[in-house]
């Protein structure tokens, strides 16, 4: 201890103040011990306005009052509370004043996943609150992705998973890695340069961030808060697969899609080959199921119009006959009358007598100068009549259908185009008008909105 005070100058046995002996003490454990570091949970912490801290440091065999000054207080980087975990560095001494042994503590440091824990709530209730983690701001993961970026160390064993999942399934699409460390103090830097790189040259659309299991201070590089802000700002969707299904981090909660385990990201990111060709024979036989019942429905509307709907040219031929019927009906009523005329008259000029024969022949004269009249008067009755049926034919001819403005439309093989479903944009056509013609190009296709309903 030391060497003790002088005693009384009586000659009687050596006595000190208390004051004397809690110094002496002090100093003797202070020379016994330099600093060191203690682990031990917080309890009953006190904040002063001074800026000094006091609490006990204790574990479950025993407990230790301990001060931090508040020159060291200002240097960390978080604040402590009861029940967290800590590490301190701190000098044994003994507080003069109240006799009480205690730890002066010169620097703290979390310890444990219980701080761990608690920055991570804490981290993930002040994204959440900006908005971070809405499903809104989230970007479409691609259904079919041209290209695909892995964040992952080139030594982790998920990006073995990752290579062999994507190989299995889509071994059509590249994939480009873009190496970063993902653990330890420098993971978050390289971790968002990596993303950075992937997002300036643009070669992928899709990006998976991953890497496996461990415990929380091993995965602690994705839960920084630098790493979540570069996900959310990436212009390429980002999936991450970080850990076991049972891990969480903010990178999980802040990216586009979040997998269980880098397996479970890169099954997300591209669908099997298999499946693909399931959906695609299915797909097909319904397109050729659906595709048969088009053409026969067509077919049928096109039997059923066809039995209702005569052709121009039908109409002509069937108008020409009924003409020409009339005609020779005409001829041959004329050629009638003409005989029964004659024979009226031959007739009449047997039965005269010689006295009469100059009357006979004066009537005659009167019949054959009415005759040709009669004649003329007729024809020109057969002629109206048969002008009238020319009208009407023409009327019903394909010519007369052009001249009131309308116009026929054929494809390169001739054939009339009478449905606008026939045709395509960039198809050419020729185009009859009433005089002339020309040859064009379709431009764009318009069909029948109410035939469309009718299907």
């Not at 606008?420 to 198809?427: C, F, I």
Request: charged share 25%; proline share 5%.
């Amino acid at each position: 201890m030391g060497d003790p005070p002088e005693g009384d100058r009586t000659g009687g046995p050596n006595v000190i103040s208390v004051g004397e002996l809690n110094h002496a003490v002090a100093r003797l454990i202070e020379r016994s011990f330099t600093p060191l570091w203690v682990s031990g949970e917080i309890s009953n912490l006190r904040s002063y306005a001074s800026g000094h801290w006091y609490f006990k440091l204790k574990d479950a065999r025993a407990s230790v009052d301990a001060v931090m000054f508040k020159g060291r207080t200002r240097l960390l980087d978080f604040t402590p509370a009861d029940g967290d975990q800590v590490q301190v560095r701190a000098q044994p001494s003994l507080y003069e004043a109240g006799g009480g042994f205690q730890l002066v503590v010169e620097s703290m440091r979390p310890a444990g996943e219980g701080m761990l824990f608690r920055r991570f709530m804490q981290l993930k209730a002040r994204l959440q609150a900006e908005g971070l983690f809405d499903e809104d701001r989230k970007r479409a993961i691609p259904d079919q992705p041209r290209c695909i970026g892995v964040v992952t160390s080139l030594q982790a064993a998920a990006l073995r998973d990752v290579l062999t999942t994507l190989a299995r399934r889509a071994p059509q699409v590249p994939v480009i890695l873009y190496p970063a460390s993902v653990q330890g103090a420098a993971a978050p830097g390289d971790l968002c340069e990596a993303l950075a790189r992937a997002n300036r040259r643009a070669e992928c659309d899709l990006l998976l961030l991953v890497r496996g299991g461990g415990s929380i201070e091993d995965l602690w590089a994705f839960n920084d808060e630098g790493l979540a802000r570069a996900i959310v700002a990436s212009a390429i969707p980002v999936i991450s697969g970080v850990g076991h299904e049972t891990d969480f981090t903010i990178a999980d909660f802040v990216a586009d899609w979040r997998a269980p385990t880098p397996t479970g990201a890169a099954m997300r990111a591209v669908p099997d080959r298999g499946e693909q060709r399931v959906v695609l024979e299915r797909d097909a036989q319904r397109l050729s199921l659906a595709m048969d019942r088009h053409w026969a429905q067509a077919a049928q509307r096109l039997e059923s119009v066809a039995r209702l709907l005569r052709a121009p040219s039908l109409q002509w031929a069937q108008r020409a006959a009924v003409l020409e019927r009339l005609s020779q009906g005409l001829s041959r009523l004329m050629g009638d009358r003409l005989q029964r005329s004659q024979s009226r008259l031959d007739r009449l000029g047997t039965g005269l007598r010689a006295p009469s024969l100059e009357r006979s022949s004066a009537r005659l004269q009167m019949a054959q100068r009415a005759l040709p009249a009669a004649m003329a008067a007729r024809v020109e009755q057969s002629a109206r009549r048969l002008a009238l049926g020319e009208s009407a034919l023409g009327w019903a001819s394909p010519q007369a259908v052009l001249d009131r403005g309308y116009a026929l439309v054929t494809d390169p093989q001739g054939r009339f185009v009478r449905d606008a479903e026939h045709l395509m944009p960039g198809q050419p056509v020729s185009v009859r008008l009433s005089r002339g013609g020309f040859d064009a190009v379709v431009n764009a296709v318009q069909t029948d909105p109410t035939k469309a309903g009718a299907d």
